[in-house]
């Protein structure tokens, strides 16, 4: 390290009245807490210095693991307003403006540790130091990538004391009928027909053993979304909304399914777990109704609860939504019956396969929400942010094997063909009809849809978004529809395909949403560079690809599937957020051409959050090919443009080149950085109005996951490392 480094950072650590003394943290995880410190000898001033927080190529984003680590260390700073936190900044030696990106990390960093945690300015030193201080070779790719860093160092009169290991709390949800509207905690065993009962939902830490209460945990998703909100300190309750959807047969409809529930986040904070259960806990209850205990985090009461003359198992749905959006689902079974048949063993009822991440950025304009209430029903959930506190919830009168055969063997083999326009509406207007069986629903839809509808499609820049989350119900079940070919017919004759006006967001089974500061500038294209039967289609796409996103041929095109299969095969962590883009033949799970194969089984590489993948082949989200995407999302990439079905060579050629071509128009406009879901509007829009062929078949491409994610526009040298 120069001489004047040493002097700078001495000055900085005098400036703060710190002496520095070697008190390492291995492992942040475990012995950085919001826990307690324990006061120190008058002069005998210590510093920790914590794992370094990696970056990307001339990146200063913050990747969700280091958020993780950077969240330890807020809370450190929270809980001890005596300690000062020197954040240094660096780079390799290859990155341009070393000494101003190398502040911009520190002060990224700074950033998102004084806005999550509302720590004064006293408490932060920032320094930037170019390449002056490498700790690795910068010659090799390895040693620039350790050297790409910030480094933080606590300073104080204090040091933290590792906490006594403490277990969490568990969460369950405990559910139970009571006869009457006045909730006195004692659960029926069985419903009586025609008959008025209170439900009642609690969020408890333990489990009601009682009879007539059906428990089970929290789904793995909705259980990460709660502790991600009981870790950020700045909320003390979280707000939720449950919906009931009674099933039909059984239950009189509600007329107001949807009521508030609030969770006390700061319950959950202060909670001691105890060795045992509490013992009866709706005795407890009941001898305290209008306080819950310490164990109950959250609870509702539903009142009006109507059964109908026929007798049998009896399913009541139930929809958590947070901000617009369904974050959890399960279904109540209920007895109902004449007289009691003795205990009939219901346990709560989850018929998911696949969940989906829960948040979104930002809140929907509408959502819709499909699950399985039990082996022989589906039912779905449709809200607008119009009228928040109204949800319109509906019978399928489907059973999940009769949904699974219409998806696979009926709608995706007819948008399959390639037809007419006209002939691609019927199919859509079918598909309308399918998931909105009631004139009620359909009406609804109708009415909203309505009043978003453009002169011609994609005819407005700012669409109204539609997130739409379809919960898995049973193996081999898609979780991915293509709800934008579903096409709406008006009473004036007009029949309108759903995406042509809204920007539909389907979520990723993982996702983080989180904001990230930085654009994603690496790309990987494999293109049928050798493929002769393919080869004069990339020939079509080759200038558009390399005026358009300024590709490095020599680092960043993989011109056979040998090679795309051996980068996907390296397991290696990829430090840089990147875009991946695929154009070969597509089919069961396997890229192909003449020069090899690629499984999906291949997928090895562990991608920096957020990456981006194209998968641009014949139905990369077909139902039962949809394995390259899940495999690319387990492993860091969180926004997926794929096919809903097939699509022919001159289509797929024309798709990149009208990405190609919006990205240069957009570094001719003088723009920075596009969001990928404007991206894949500008795409769609320039296909269907600059590709006479194609037109309602644009519609064959879907953008799934989070499309806030931004990608670089490459500027005329397309500089990057």
Known sequence: ????????????????????????????????????????????????????????????????????????????????????????????????????????????????????FDIP?????????????????????????????????????????????????????????????????????????????????????????????????????????????????NNSELKLTVVLIPDSDYFEVLQTPNRPMTINLDKIRKFKLKARSPGNALEILAKSPTTLPDFVFGSIDFKGITTRQREGIGYIGVAIWHDGVPVEDFSLPFLIASTERGDAGLTLSSQRKEMLSLNLRPPPAAALHFFGLNSAKCVGIFWTNEKPNEFSTWDLDRS???????????????????????????????????????????????????????????????????????????????????????????DEGRTEFLAFHFRIATPLKYGSYVDNSQCISHRILSMPVKDEELKKYYQQIDKTLQDGWKINAREELLEDLPSFKKWLNEEVNDNRSTAIIVMTHHGENTFADETGEVSSTDVRREFTQPSVAILNGCGTMEPTSTDFIKQFNKRGVMAVVATSTSVDKRMAADFLESLGKEIQWARQEGEKEITLSELFYRTQRRLYWEFDNHKANVLRYTLLGDGGLRLCVPTEGGAHE
């Open 400 to 490: 999940p094997d009769e949904m699974q055969k219409f998806f696979l063997d009926v709608l995706i083999k007819k948008f399959n063909k390639l037809q007419p326009e006209e002939t691609w509406r019927q199919y859509g207007i079918d598909f309308f009809n399918f998931i909105f069986p009631t004139r009620d629903i359909r009406d609804k839809m109708r009415k909203y849809v309505k009043r978003h509808i453009n002169a011609s499609p994609f005819g407005c820049r700012d669409l109204p978004s539609l997130f739409v989350r379809f919960t898995e119900i049973k193996d081999g079940m898609p979780f991915i529809l293509p709800l934008g070919m579903m096409a709406i017919d008006f």
């Open 1 to 116: 390290m120069k001489r004047s480094i040493i002097l700078r950072m001495i000055a900085v650590l005098i400036s703060v009245t710190v002496t520095l003394i070697g008190y390492i943290v291995r492992d942040t995880t475990a012995q950085v807490s919001s826990g307690a410190f324990a006061t120190l000898p008058p002069q005998q001033e210590q510093y920790l210095t914590f794992k370094p927080i990696y970056f990307g190529y001339n990146q200063v984003a913050i990747s969700p693991s280091s958020a993780k680590a950077l969240d330890h260390y807020g809370r450190m700073l929270k809980a001890d307003p005596t300690i000062t936190v020197m954040i240094a900044g660096h780079t390799d030696s290859r990155e341009p403006a070393k000494d101003e990106l190398s502040k911009k990390r520190a002060l990224s960093v700074k950033k998102y540790i004084q806005d999550k």
């Open 121 to 233: 300015e006293r408490q932060f030193v920032v320094e930037g130091f170019g390449s002056s201080a490498p700790v690795a070779n910068n010659a090799n790719k390895e040693g620039r990538s350790k050297n790409r860093r910030v480094e933080i160092t606590a300073m104080a009169m204090a040091i933290p004391v590792p906490p006594e290991e403490k277990p969490e709390p568990t969460f369950v949800w405990n559910a139970w009928a009571e006869e009457g509207r006045v909730v006195k905690y004692k659960p029926v065993s069985y419903l009586k027909p025609k008959t008025e009962y209170s439900i009642s939902l609690h969020l408890s830490n333990y489990t009601y053993n009682e009879k007539g209460v059906v428990s089970q945990p929290p789904s793995k998703q909705f259980h990460d979304f709660l502790k991600d909100q009981i870790e950020n300190l």
